[in-house]
């Protein structure tokens, strides 16, 4: 299987199934001399750990990170990177394969089994193998380590919408977010949600999600015109984030119901010399390239593929046949994809600051 890295200059590797012995990634071309403990890459994890609350996986793994190379104690006591490759390791502990023993010769609907099984000719049908939203762990665990290397950035993450239920944007608080299971920034919604979940649980179904991620701090100039736009690889990372089927960029869809002027993001003169935008319909990106705005991106997560329900499907033979998924699987998996999406656009935004420097020096 090819494909397994993401990047350029910061360039990510992951490697390691659902239910294989561990889980991994390389860290390739994280400058020296950035201060990173196990610790910090573990708090990241831990937003994203299963097993939480009734509304994730019960699958109970701790995700205890391990740095294996690529870290150094330097003379300050300090832990930095030292410019080598990063090697990061989670061992797989809770992983039971006999869940899928029923269903094994089965193409699940709305999940890889079939796309999978006719590329290869062969699948790991022991919790999908790569196909699993496992994978993603490592993306968490380099997510905290691209943070990092912007100075000044902070990248976060909220649930905006859980089936039909949209927050109310007049309510967003940023420090509500940490206080609820759902990452939900409007403390309003959190009842609705759960009432909500509840019932689809119950039902042995699923159910979609939106994530918005925002970034603050971020230089203006990053991303190139024409193929090295900065929206594009956001857009193309968060895509990369199992059961995801859309993303938009500052106003996104809405833009097509606006005008010229609604659209466009005015300017003013500031004494430092650098424009005030009088509004950030772009999502902090012009022309491919950061206008030092937040950068703000939006991507929806389908209904998780994995449900109680029958449904109708085929085995590898061909032969029709009915499918029931048993296990242990996330009634809304769009609420553990709030991390992964913070650290994909975080791992965009490092990859793209270190491709700037290299380019024009400045950084």
């Known amino acids: 299987m090819s494909h397994n890295s993401f990047g350029h200059l910061f360039r990510i590797t992951t490697w390691g199934e659902s239910h294989g012995p561990a889980i991994g990634c390389v860290v390739d071309g994280c400058p020296p001399g950035i201060p990173i403990t196990e610790a910090e890459i573990q708090a990241y994890l831990d937003k994203r750990r299963p097993g939480q609350s009734r509304y994730t996986t019960q699958r109970r793994e701790p995700d205890t990170v391990r740095i294996l190379s690529g870290v150094f104690e330097t003379e300050d006591g300090e832990q930095k990177t030292t410019g080598t490759p990063i090697a990061l390791e989670i061992q797989n502990v809770d992983a039971r394969s006999k869940d899928y023993a029923d269903i094994k010769d089965k193409f699940r609907p709305g999940h890889a089994d079939y796309t999978y099984f006719v590329k290869y000719g062969v699948r790991d049908w022991r919790g999908s193998g790569r196909a699993s939203a496992r994978e993603t762990a490592m993306r968490v665990a380099a997510g905290a380590i691209a943070r ?196 994909m656009v975080a791992i965009v935004l490092a990859d793209h600051y270190l491709r700037h420097r290299g380019q024009t020096g400045q950084g």
């Open 148 to 343: 990092k290397v912007v100075p000044g950035m902070q990248v976060r993450g909220a649930l905006v919408q859980i089936g039909p239920h949209k927050i109310d944007r007049a309510n967003w608080r940023w420090d509500e977010v940490d206080n609820n299971p759902f990452f939900c920034p409007d403390p309003k919604a959190v009842e609705t949600w759960a009432k909500f979940l509840d019932a689809v649980r119950k039902k042995g179904s699923s159910a979609g999600a939106i994530i918005e991620i925002v970034a603050d701090g971020v230089p203006a100039g990053l991303g190139a015109p024409v193929y090295g736009k900065l929206d594009q690889d956001i857009a193309g990372g968060l895509m990369s984030i199992n059961a995801v089927k859309g993303v938009e960029i500052g106003a996104g869809f809405a833009a097509a119901a606006m005008s010229g002027e609604e659209s466009a993001d005015e300017m003013r003169n500031r004494p430092d010399g650098w424009p005030q935008f009088k509004s950030n319909n772009a999502g902090g990106i012009l022309g491919g390239i950061s206008t030092g705005q937040p950068i703000v991106a939006r991507f929806v997560v389908k209904p998780t593929s994995s449900i109680l329900t029958p449904r109708e499907t085929v085995d590898k033979t061909g032969k029709d046949t009915e499918i029931s998924t048993k296990g242990r699987h996330d009634p809304c998996v769009g609420i553990r994809a709030v991390p992964i999406g913070e650290a």
